[in-house]
C-alpha cells in the first residue's frame, strides 16, 4: 500500500460557512474553534458563518482559515488516519506543521494572525500585486519579467501550466500586456500586495521575532517545504524557512512531484474548496486527491480508507 500524504490549502480558499458543518458534528473540531477564540482578539465564528468582507482580509483570512483546516484535521485524526507526510501551500505550511507536530496549535494561530498582520502592512506600505500566467514556461517568464522596469519576481510554482508573478503594480500591469501581446494568458489576481516578494521583506522581518518565542517539536511524521520543494530533515531549519517563505518562491509543484516520488499515492486535501486538487491534477493526472471540507467529505473518505484497506 502506497502512503499518505497530508495536504493545507492557503491563502484563497476561503469562504464563508467554511467549518460550520464540522464543528457542529464533531466536539474536537469544536475545541479548535473555541481554542482559537480565546487566543484571538476577534470572534472567528462570526469572520467565518456570517456574510462579510473581513474574511477575505489577509489578517482575519489567515488565523481563519488555519483554525478551519486544524478542526478539519482533528475530525480525520478522530478516525484513526494520520499521514506518512505532510505538506502546505503558503499559509497551509502552518496547517501542516501542526499536524506533523511541530508546532502546536495555540503556537500557530498566535503566529498566524501575527503573519496576516505583517503581511497586510506590508501591503500597504508598498503598491504591489500578482498575476497567474497560464500556459507558458519558466524561462519565458522570467525573459518578460526582466524586460521590465520595476520589482517583480515569480511567487508560485504551482503546476507546469501556471506560475504566479508578483511585485510592484506598474511592474505588474506592463508585464500583463506583454504577456497578451504574445498570447499568453495572464490573469491579475483580487489580492491586496505582492505576496512571496521582496515587497514583503517588513513582514518577514516582523515574522522573524515573533518566532524567537516559539517551540519546534521534533516532527512526527516528514514534512514538505515550500521554499525548496524538498522534505526537512532538521527541526532547526523550520523557524527561517518560514521566514524565507513570506519573500521567496513557493514551489509547491516541486513538494508535489517529490511526495509522489516518496511514495504518496494517496493526497488528502484538508480545508475548504479544491484548489490543490485541481493543481495536483496538472501535476500528475493519474493522482489521488480527496478534499476533506466538511461532514460529508468525511464520510465519504472514511469509506475509501475502509475500502482501501
Not at 476577534?42 to 482575519?60: P, S, V
Not at 508546532?103 to 496576516?116: N, S
Not at 517568464?141 to 504566479?164: E, F, T, W
Amino acid at each position: 500500500m502506497g502512503k499518505i500524504g497530508f495536504i493545507f490549502p492557503g491563502q484563497g480558499a476561503q469562504s464563508v460557512g467554511m467549518g460550520k458543518d464540522i464543528i457542529e458534528k464533531n466536539e474536537k473540531s469544536k475545541a479548535i474553534y473555541d481554542k482559537a477564540n480565546a487566543l484571538l482578539d476577534f470572534d472567528l465564528e462570526a469572520i467565518c458563518f456570517t456574510d462579510n468582507d473581513l474574511i477575505n482580509q489577509t489578517n482575519y483570512t489567515q488565523p481563519a482559515l488555519l483554525t478551519t483546516s486544524v478542526a478539519l484535521l482533528e475530525a480525520i485524526k478522530d478516525q484513526g488516519i494520520i499521514p506518512d507526510m505532510v505538506a502546505g501551500l503558503s499559509l497551509g505550511e502552518y496547517a501542516a506543521l501542526v499536524a506533523n507536530g511541530a508546532i502546536t496549535f495555540e503556537d500557530a494561530i498566535v503566529l498566524v494572525r501575527k503573519r496576516g498582520e505583517y503581511m497586510e502592512a506590508a501591503a500597504q506600505a508598498s503598491e504591489g500585486g500578482m498575476a497567474a500566467i497560464i500556459g507558458s514556461d519558466e524561462e519565458t517568464i522570467k525573459g518578460i519579467i526582466d524586460s521590465v522596469d520595476g520589482y517583480l519576481g515569480i511567487a508560485n510554482y504551482n503546476n507546469p501550466k501556471q506560475i504566479v508573478i508578483s511585485g510592484e503594480i506598474k511592474s505588474l500591469n506592463k508585464a500583463v500586456e506583454l504577456f497578451t501581446e504574445k498570447g499568453i494568458k495572464a490573469i491579475p489576481l483580487k489580492v491586496s500586495g505582492a505576496f512571496h516578494s521582496q515587497l514583503m521583506k517588513p513582514a518577514a522581518d516582523a515574522l522573524a521575532l515573533a518566532l524567537e518565542d516559539i517551540t519546534v517539536k521534533p516532527f512526527t511524521t516528514a514534512y514538505y517545504t515550500n521554499v525548496t520543494g524538498q522534505v526537512v530533515m532538521d527541526r532547526k531549519q523550520v523557524k527561517s524557512l518560514l521566514v524565507d517563505q513570506v519573500v521567496g518562491s513557493v514551489r509547491w509543484e516541486e513538494n508535489v512531484v517529490n511526495m509522489i516520488a516518496a511514495g504518496v499515492d494517496l493526497f488528502i486535501e484538508i480545508g475548504p474548496g479544491q484548489t490543490l486538487k485541481g493543481l495536483i491534477k496538472k501535476i500528475d493526472r493519474k493522482a489521488k486527491v480527496i478534499n476533506v471540507y466538511d461532514q460529508e467529505t468525511l464520510d465519504n473518505l472514511i469509506i475509501y480508507m475502509e475500502e482501501r484497506s
